[in-house]
């Protein structure tokens, strides 16, 4: 810090400067989970607690003529029921009443001896029963069509073009399936105070309901996140189950633990909308895209669904669009990891590349000529250059079908915000022993923000990892934003960093005297305090921090709109490519390679951005192949409840992963999670094409389909 | 899961004698022997089985080997999967076990998971395993996968339900002729292993084998192939990791030169039964096993298919299956 | 209810549970070993698992009651038996799982690394394809798994005492032509060892 400077501002030092961030660290917490010794909702143990269960809507539309809980009370065990819908329930899988018991399997058999009487009415859970003539009212509210850009000029634009193609495109529900279902622990027995544990992306977020629930003050209820196992979108807020456990709780005056089952989690428990989009895009022969008309439906059960905006990355000088929502009578859709992309970039992806295969033009090229923002130019031409793009035999036509075997390769790009915002407070104390700490309320969903909350801290005082420890997960620490939409870095960094600034400033105000010099020539580096130009010997850490009083010392930071403007970015990008073997015999797809390039502005921790990046190809590539809600209409159920039947990657699905972070963006920190599951499965199904010709517009990719691709299914 | 009794009988005996009640047709479905435990588990927390007894066989041990007898090889119930796949014997000798064995679930499951429990595994099918659907096959009215979703249902062999056998050893034991042993009330009795599974068509639609409730599965057995055998078990699932056959070829062949002189093509995924082809057995005899034969091979095992509306795509599927298996061992 | 005796992480521990309980259920509600995971409570997972006798088991699909004369092993054992058979710390496989960045949120390492045990308990020096079997029986969500094979690599080619490959991420940074050659030492190294036992 310039020792002119009057009033010195919080930034990052040069990135070769950089000691702790932008290297690979090991997580803070890495001890405490590979030993198991973290402790997630799941495994919160109170005395007295007793276990809850939800009794689910088995059908999609009933109307409830019966709800008696007696007999459940009567089961050995069981403490409590409450009911929580008396009247009709709206969509498969909601929540009729729960059950607290002293173990999990007593509570069970409690929701088992429930008597339910109810009589079905009307329902639609897929889409053609929701569009046939007679399809019952799901909501009261009909959504309405909404459009985007001019239609006439759009079809002008595409009868005139050089090249048009006209197909539809469909992507399944998804599921967020994390590993930890969804749950609370409400440590509740009566009185005025509560402390509840949730599975959840927002510590804040969840609390004030809690304690309405309870009939509490919001400020006598403490919410706690110590540790959760992965959230993707689906957790914010107490959600139903959290409000049953709260009933209950008060209803039987001893602590709660309500976790969803897996089928539980699946049925109402969130997931990604699916939808259909019929496109037709238009191109000049060089391949500049001139128009675009879509006509596109979000299938997000009872709620509105989402799907990013058309023309989707990629500039269309004329385009239209028309989006409904059609409601079902299924749980509704939650944020789900880049919330409507991966769905509209599906439809964009694959319709360039089939203009772009109709016109002769490498695809790859055809993307460059229509994406204005040059970083996607350096990140295609990378990816395309390690997955061997400009080696590969075909690149503007697919490979031969009559191959046993046949290897192609596509591409996809991402966008994302990632910036931050206001509501976030960190405090970093320094303690007469030489012990830091720095506390915020925030959440690690997994991303590493209990990390990098540290390696700021150590950054910032000239100080190790480990000699920083993050307190977090708390309501009683100070505030913060929930975890949704890759905000958290660049919300909850730069009030770290500012508490650590402010810290050292106010610490090298202290110290200033036993250099005999000005505060602003005090260094914190190596883990010693120095005067920068003096010829006075080093203080090591602990010797300054002896000079603190018993107090030590403490100092706060906040996001503000300046802080944010020196030390965090957002707008991101993101290139994928993967190369794959189409078996043409079978239909197995297998992914060979993926490559992404990902900008994120400051890596505050390389590794975890890797993994990061590593865990949103995998996601994609999951939902290119495998994953895909069923139901079964007529009966009204979800077939595949559970984590048989809904499948996700395994560790025999991987294929050879590279993830290169852009060094090149030279901003400060921006969140990275969304943007990296948005083009894998787009860059996958374009592979089998230019593999072998087959273009699958239905997602997953699965063995069927791709044998009707290629016209091996009568 | 519903709360039992666990009975741990030591003998095969004791085993029986606890068994014996379910002779008594309203006691079939209250007493059930338990193995490696990894189908029947799930059965009983989905509720789809509620019994009031387990009879836990594990503390039996004559019946965990796996032993060769005079070129008979012999492998008791409770033989692990992960003991089969592991197994020098069957490694060399009768390869198309030795990989079907590998080819099942997950580690963790081939721990403990038997070869009895493999063979009498209830069916995977989406409706089956759902609770709130009483199809056919758990005392309902109706095959709900004939109407509804059946990718992953039969194309051979269904009527009046469609589920597929979901056994990979079955399929592979077949194709060494196999012979089961088994013992109830009345007495042991032998036979082959494709006699012990039976078409949803033949008796009680919710059974898939002729074992009575009051019976136990002891052992299979089955001849080492004589030299100049080669046999292969290739599965196709639709996730590597850890799934069920979407279509299944075990196949032995025993060469006389380059000439066919023993064919046995057993699949599995596409029947309610592992589904046994004599017509292109016979195909296969007296050729070489070359391209030709094969695709011969592969018409004639599905002739008969008959597509439901979602699995069309199995018939291209296990005859390009049936290709390669027959290709590999040339 | 009856009073269950277990071998748990080399302690023998009683537990009153009726007998449809799983082992799973009395690890985590009798027990308070809340290291093996309740994912899926299926056997679909892989988060509970724990090893029976040295065997990666689906704690959720095994009755307590079936495994009582068995040594189990949870997650919480495998450092201290670690350090009880002459070691320093964290098993090699924990120690390496922290250091390669293998878990996000953390809910499925424990039955991760309790499988990677298991196959180094019985294959000391297993190839990519090994590792990628052996812990096919795992999901995670979070990671993308490469992280994880490497880790275990990690844990073999330090257990063995030789330098590992280039992880993904470190090779980047490095020039192209070293980081192949660094990994093809690792690979000579590992193939000679692979060797030594007999594997190859």
Same mark, same amino acid.
Not at chain 1, 285 to 304: E, H, K, P, S, W
Not at chain 1, 494 to 503: E, G, I, S
Not at chain 3, 54 to 81: F, H, N, S
Not at chain 3, 177 to 195: N, P, V
């Given at each position: 810090?310039?020792?002119?400077?009057?009033?010195?501002?919080?930034?990052?030092?040069?990135?070769?400067?950089?000691?702790?961030?932008?290297?690979?660290?090991?997580?803070?917490?890495?001890r405490?989970?590979?030993?198991?010794?973290?402790?997630?909702?799941?495994?919160?143990?109170?005395?007295?607690?007793?276990?809850?269960?939800l009794?689910?809507?088995?059908?999609?539309?009933?109307?409830?003529?019966?709800?008696?809980?007696?007999?459940?009370?009567?089961?050995?065990?069981?403490?409590?029921?409450?009911?929580?819908?008396?009247?009709?329930?709206?969509?498969?899988?909601?929540p009729?009443?729960?059950?607290?018991?002293?173990?999990?399997?007593?509570?069970?058999?409690?929701?088992?001896?429930?008597?339910?009487? =109810?009589?079905?009415?009307?329902?639609?859970?897929?889409? *053609?029963?929701?569009?046939?003539p007679?399809?019952?009212?799901?909501?009261?509210?009909?959504?309405?069509?909404?459009?985007?850009?001019?239609?006439?000029?759009?079809?002008?634009?595409?009868?005139?073009?050089?090249?048009?193609?006209?197909?539809?495109?469909?992507?399944?529900?998804?599921?967020?399936?994390?590993?930890?279902?969804?749950?609370?622990?409400?440590?509740?027995?009566?009185?005025?105070?509560?402390?509840?544990?949730?599975?959840?992306?927002?510590?804040?977020?969840?609390?004030?309901?809690?304690?309405?629930?309870?009939?509490?003050?919001?400020?006598?209820?403490?919410?706690?996140?110590?540790?959760?196992?992965?959230?993707?979108?689906?957790?914010?807020?107490?959600?139903?189950?959290?409000?049953?456990?709260?009933?209950?709780?008060?209803?039987?005056k001893?602590?709660?633990?309500?976790?969803?089952?897996?089928?539980?989690?699946?049925?109402?428990?969130?997931?990604?909308?699916?939808?259909?989009?019929?496109?037709?895009?238009?191109?000049?022969?060089?391949?500049?895209?001139?128009?675009?008309?879509?006509?596109?439906?979000?299938?997000?059960?009872?709620?509105?669904?989402?799907?990013?905006?058309?023309?989707?990355?990629?500039a269309?000088?004329n385009?239209?669009?028309?989006?409904?929502?059609?409601?079902?009578?299924?749980?509704?859709?939650?944020?789900?990891r880049?919330?409507?992309?991966?769905?509209?970039?599906?439809?964009?992806?694959?319709?360039?590349?089939?203009?772009? =295969?109709?016109?002769?033009?490498?695809?790859?090229?055809?993307?460059?000529?229509?994406?204005?923002?040059?970083?996607?130019?350096?990140?295609?031409?990378?990816?395309a250059?390690?997955?061997?793009?400009?080696?590969?035999?075909?690149?503007?036509?697919p490979?031969?079908?009559?191959?046993?075997?046949?290897?192609?390769?596509?591409?996809?790009?991402?966008?994302?915000?990632?910036?931050?915002?206001?509501?976030?407070?960190?405090?970093?104390?320094?303690?007469?022993?030489?012990s830091?700490?720095?506390?915020?309320?925030?959440?690690?969903?997994?991303?590493?923000?209990?990390?990098?909350?540290?390696?700021?801290?150590?950054?910032?005082?000239?100080?190790?990892?480990?000699?920083?420890?993050?307190?977090?997960?708390?309501?009683?620490?100070?505030?913060?934003?929930?975890?949704?939409?890759?905000?958290?870095?660049?919300s909850?960094?730069?009030?770290?960093?500012?508490?650590?600034?402010?810290?050292?400033?106010?610490?090298?105000?202290?110290?200033?005297?036993?250099?005999?010099?000005?505060?602003?020539?005090?260094q914190?580096?190596?883990?010693?305090v120095?005067?920068?130009?003096?010829?006075?010997?080093?203080?090591?850490?602990?010797?300054?921090?002896?000079?603190?009083?018993?107090?030590?010392?403490?100092?706060?930071?906040?996001?503000?709109?300046?802080?944010?403007?020196?030390?965090?970015?957002?707008?991101?990008?993101?290139?994928?490519?993967a190369?794959?073997?189409?078996?043409?015999q079978?239909?197995?797809?297998?992914?060979?390679?993926?490559?992404?390039?990902?900008d994120?502005g400051?890596?505050?921790?390389?590794?975890?951005?890797?993994?990061?990046?590593?865990?949103?190809?995998?996601?994609?590539?999951? =939902?290119?192949?495998?994953?895909e809600?069923?139901?079964?209409?007529?009966?009204?159920v979800?077939l595949?409840?559970?984590?048989?039947?809904?499948?996700?990657?395994?560790?025999?699905?991987?294929?050879?992963?590279?993830?290169?972070?852009?060094?090149?963006?030279? #901003?400060?920190?921006?969140?990275?999670?969304?943007?990296?599951?948005?083009?894998?499965?787009?860059?996958?199904?374009?592979?089998?094409?230019?593999?072998?010709?087959?273009?699958?517009?239905?997602?997953?990719?699965?063995?069927?389909?791709?044998?009707?691709?290629?016209?091996?299914?009568? | 899961?519903?709360?039992?009794?666990?009975?741990?009988?030591?003998?095969v005996?004791?085993?029986?004698?606890?068994?014996?009640?379910?002779?008594?047709?309203?006691?079939?479905?209250?007493?059930?022997?338990?193995?490696?435990?990894?189908?029947?588990?799930? $059965?009983?927390? $989905?509720?789809?089985?509620?019994?009031?007894r387990?009879?836990?066989?594990?503390?039996?041990? $004559?019946?965990?080997?796996?032993?060769?007898?005079?070129?008979?090889?012999?492998?008791?119930?409770?033989?692990?999967?992960?003991?089969?796949?592991k197994?020098?014997?069957?490694?060399?000798?009768?390869?198309?076990l030795?990989?079907?064995?590998?080819?099942?679930?997950?580690?963790?499951?081939?721990?403990?998971?038997?070869?009895?429990?493999?063979?009498?595994?209830?069916?995977?099918?989406?409706?089956?395993r759902?609770?709130? @659907?009483?199809?056919?096959?758990?005392?309902?009215?109706?095959?709900?996968?004939?109407?509804?979703?059946?990718?992953?249902?039969?194309?051979?062999?269904?009527?009046?339900?469609?589920?597929?056998?979901?056994?990979?050893?079955?399929?592979?034991?077949?194709?060494?002729?196999?012979?089961?042993?088994?013992?109830?009330?009345?007495?042991?009795?032998?036979?082959?292993?494709e006699?012990?599974?039976?078409?949803?068509?033949?008796?009680?639609?919710?059974?898939?084998?002729?074992?009575?409730?009051?019976?136990?599965?002891?052992?299979?057995?089955?001849?080492?192939?004589?030299?100049?055998?080669?046999?292969?078990?290739?599965?196709?699932?639709?996730?590597?990791?850890?799934?069920?056959?979407?279509?299944?070829?075990?196949?032995?062949?025993?060469?006389?030169?380059?000439?066919?002189?023993?064919?046995?093509?057993?699949?599995?995924?596409?029947?309610?039964?592992?589904?046994?082809? #004599?017509?292109?057995?016979?195909?296969?005899?007296?050729?070489?096993?070359?391209?030709?034969?094969?695709?011969?091979?592969?018409?004639?095992?599905? @002739?008969?298919?008959?597509?439901?509306?979602?699995?069309?795509?199995?018939?291209?599927?296990?005859?390009?299956?049936?290709?390669?298996?027959?290709?590999?061992?040339? | 209810?009856?009073?269950?005796?277990?071998k748990?992480?080399?302690?023998?521990?009683?537990?009153?549970?009726p007998s449809?309980?799983?082992?799973?259920?009395?690890?985590?509600?009798?027990?308070?070993l809340?290291?093996?995971?309740?994912?899926?409570?299926?056997?679909?997972?892989?988060?509970?698992?724990?090893?029976?006798?040295?065997?990666?088991?689906?704690?959720?699909?095994?009755?307590?009651?079936?495994?009582?004369?068995?040594?189990?092993?949870?997650?919480?054992?495998?450092?201290?038996?670690?350090?009880?058979?002459?070691?320093?710390?964290?098993?090699?496989?924990?120690?390496?799982?922290? #250091?390669?960045?293998?878990?996000?949120?953390?809910?499925?390492?424990?039955?991760?690394?309790?499988?990677?045990?298991?196959?180094?308990?019985?294959?000391?020096?297993?190839?990519?394809?090994?590792?990628?079997?052996?812990?096919?029986?795992?999901?995670?969500?979070?990671?993308?798994?490469?992280?994880?094979?490497? *880790?275990?690599?990690?844990?073999?080619?330090?257990?063995?005492?030789?330098?590992?490959?280039?992880?993904?991420?470190?090779?980047? #940074?490095?020039?192209?032509?070293?980081?192949?050659?660094?990994?093809?030492?690792?690979?000579?190294?590992?193939?000679?060892?692979?060797?030594?036992?007999?594997?190859?």
């Amino acid at each position: 810090m310039a020792q002119d400077e009057k009033d010195p501002v919080a930034t990052w030092p040069a990135r070769e400067n950089l000691k702790v961030l932008n290297h690979d660290l090991v997580r803070v917490d890495a001890r405490a989970k590979v030993t198991g010794a973290a402790r997630y909702t799941h495994d919160v143990r109170v005395p007295g607690m007793a276990y809850a269960r939800l009794l689910l809507a088995p059908l999609p539309a009933l109307k409830i003529k019966k709800l008696d809980l007696a007999p459940a009370l009567k089961i050995p065990g069981v403490l409590g029921a409450v009911a929580l819908e008396t009247d009709r329930t709206r969509w498969l899988g909601e929540p009729i009443a729960a059950v607290a018991a002293t173990t999990p399997e007593r509570a069970e058999d409690g929701l088992r001896a429930i008597l339910l009487e =109810y009589e079905r009415e009307p329902w639609a859970i897929d889409e *053609a029963q929701a569009t046939a003539p007679n399809a019952p009212k799901v909501r009261s509210n009909a959504p309405k069509v909404s459009t985007d850009g001019d239609q006439a000029s759009a079809e002008r634009a595409c009868e005139g073009a050089a090249a048009v193609i006209e197909a539809t495109y469909t992507v399944p529900v998804q599921h967020h399936v994390c590993l930890e279902t969804h749950g609370v622990v409400v440590d509740y027995k009566g009185g005025d105070e509560a402390t509840v544990w949730c599975s959840t992306q927002s510590t804040f977020g969840f609390t004030p309901d809690a304690a309405k629930e309870l009939g509490l003050k919001a400020s006598r209820v403490t919410g706690l996140v110590e540790y959760m196992g992965g959230g993707f979108g689906a957790k914010f807020g107490l959600g139903l189950e959290g409000q049953a456990a709260c009933k209950l709780s008060k209803e039987i005056k001893r602590p709660v633990h309500l976790m969803m089952t897996r089928r539980d989690e699946f049925l109402a428990a969130g997931n990604r909308t699916g939808g259909k989009m019929r496109i037709k895009l238009a191109a000049s022969q060089d391949g500049t895209l001139v128009g675009m008309v879509a006509d596109r439906r979000r299938f997000g059960g009872i709620g509105n669904g989402s799907m990013a905006k058309f023309p989707y990355i990629y500039a269309v000088e004329n385009a239209y669009s028309e989006t409904l929502s059609v409601p079902m009578n299924l749980d509704s859709n939650r944020a789900m990891r880049a919330p409507g992309h991966p769905q509209a970039g599906f439809g964009m992806e694959s319709a360039l590349d089939e203009l772009a =295969y109709k016109l002769g033009v490498d695809p790859l090229e055809m993307r460059k000529r229509n994406l204005k923002d040059k970083v996607y130019h350096r990140q295609l031409e990378r990816v395309a250059r390690e997955i061997g793009w400009y080696e590969h035999p075909h690149r503007d036509k697919p490979g031969d079908p009559k191959a046993e075997k046949c290897i192609g390769i596509g591409f996809g790009v991402a966008v994302w915000g990632g910036g931050g915002g206001g509501g976030t407070e960190c405090e970093v104390r320094i303690e007469r022993d030489g012990s830091v700490s720095a506390a915020v309320g925030t959440q690690d969903l997994g991303t590493g923000s209990r990390t990098y909350v540290a390696a700021i801290t150590a950054e910032e005082l000239g100080l190790r990892l480990e000699d920083v420890t993050a307190h977090i997960g708390s309501t009683r620490l100070p505030s913060a934003t929930g975890s949704g939409g890759s905000t958290t870095t660049g919300s909850l960094a730069p009030a770290v960093k500012v508490a650590a600034f402010n810290a050292a400033r106010a610490f090298a105000a202290r110290l200033a005297p036993v250099f005999g010099v000005d505060a602003a020539r005090v260094q914190f580096a190596g883990g010693e305090v120095r005067d920068t130009q003096g010829a006075k010997p080093a203080l090591s850490w602990k010797q300054a921090c002896a000079m603190l009083p018993a107090e030590g010392l403490s100092a706060r930071g906040e996001w503000t709109k300046d802080a944010n403007k020196r030390l965090a970015a957002s707008g991101i990008h993101g290139a994928q490519a993967a190369r794959v073997e189409v078996d043409t015999q079978t239909g197995r797809v297998r992914v060979l390679d993926m490559i992404a390039m990902q900008d994120c502005g400051l890596p505050l921790n390389r590794l975890a951005v890797v993994s990061q990046v590593n865990g949103g190809m995998v996601q994609a590539l999951s =939902y290119a192949l495998h994953e895909e809600r069923n139901v079964d209409a007529a009966l009204g159920v979800m077939l595949n409840s559970t984590m048989e039947g809904y499948k996700i990657a395994g560790s025999l699905e991987m294929p050879r992963m590279v993830t290169i972070i852009d060094d090149e963006d030279e #901003r400060g920190v921006i969140g990275v999670a969304e943007a990296t599951c948005i083009p894998g499965h787009s860059a996958i199904a374009n592979a089998v094409f230019n593999a072998c010709g087959a273009r699958v517009r239905d997602l997953p990719l699965t063995p069927d389909k791709v044998l009707f691709a290629l016209g091996k299914v009568v | 899961m519903k709360a039992f009794i666990l009975s741990n009988p030591k003998s095969v005996k004791d085993a029986l004698q606890l068994l014996a009640v379910a002779r008594d047709s309203k006691q079939a479905k209250a007493i059930q022997p338990l193995a490696g435990g990894q189908d029947l588990l799930t $059965e009983m927390k $989905e509720h789809l089985a509620e019994p009031d007894r387990l009879v836990n066989l594990k503390g039996i041990a $004559e019946l965990d080997y796996l032993r060769n007898l005079d070129g008979k090889v012999q492998i008791g119930a409770l033989a692990t999967l992960a003991r089969m796949e592991k197994n020098n014997l069957l490694n060399e000798h009768a390869r198309v076990l030795f990989e079907a064995a590998h080819s099942i679930a997950s580690p963790q499951i081939r721990s403990v998971g038997t070869i009895g429990g493999n063979l009498n595994q209830r069916p995977r099918c989406l409706y089956y395993r759902l609770e709130e @659907a009483n199809c056919l096959k758990k005392g309902g009215k109706e095959c709900f996968a004939y109407s509804g979703m059946n990718r992953y249902n039969a194309i051979l062999g269904g009527g009046p339900s469609y589920i597929v056998h979901p056994s990979d050893l079955a399929p592979a034991l077949i194709a060494l002729d196999a012979t089961v042993f088994i013992a109830g009330r009345t007495g042991p009795r032998e036979m082959p292993l494709e006699s012990y599974y039976k078409l949803p068509s033949v008796g009680d639609v919710r059974t898939e084998t002729v074992r009575e409730p009051d019976e136990l599965l002891l052992s299979v057995s089955f001849q080492l192939p004589a030299p100049g055998t080669r046999s292969t078990y290739l599965k196709f699932k639709e996730r590597e990791s850890y799934d069920f056959a979407l279509a299944s070829v075990a196949l032995v062949l025993g060469f006389d030169g380059d000439v066919i002189r023993h064919a046995r093509l057993v699949l599995g995924g596409v029947a309610p039964v592992p589904w046994r082809v #004599r017509a292109a057995e016979a195909a296969l005899v007296g050729q070489k096993a070359d391209t030709q034969t094969a695709e011969k091979a592969a018409e004639l095992a599905l @002739a008969g298919a008959v597509p439901l509306s979602g699995n069309a795509f199995k018939i291209p599927l296990t005859k390009s299956l049936i290709v390669r298996a027959i290709r590999s061992l040339a | 209810m009856r009073t269950l005796s277990l071998k748990v992480n080399g302690d023998t521990v009683q537990a009153a549970a009726p007998s449809h309980w799983t082992l799973l259920e009395v690890l985590r509600y009798k027990l308070g070993l809340t290291g093996s995971k309740q994912g899926c409570d299926k056997g679909d997972c892989g988060a509970c698992t724990v090893l029976v006798d040295g065997r990666p088991v689906l704690a959720c699909l095994t009755l307590a009651g079936a495994v009582e004369e068995r040594e189990v092993t949870t997650i919480e054992g495998l450092m201290p038996l670690h350090v009880k058979s002459g070691g320093d710390g964290p098993d090699p496989v924990q120690a390496a799982f922290d #250091r390669c960045g293998a878990l996000q949120c953390g809910f499925c390492q424990p039955g991760m690394m309790l499988s990677a045990r298991a196959l180094l308990n019985k294959n000391p020096c297993p190839t990519r394809a090994e590792i990628r079997e052996a812990l096919s029986g795992n999901l995670c969500r979070c990671t993308g798994y490469t992280q994880i094979f490497e *880790a275990v690599e990690l844990a073999v080619a330090e257990s063995i005492g030789v330098a590992p490959a280039p992880r993904s991420w470190e090779a980047q #940074r490095m020039d192209p032509s070293e980081a192949q050659a660094a990994a093809k030492r690792a690979a000579a190294h590992l193939a000679e060892r692979r060797k030594q036992e007999g594997r190859e």
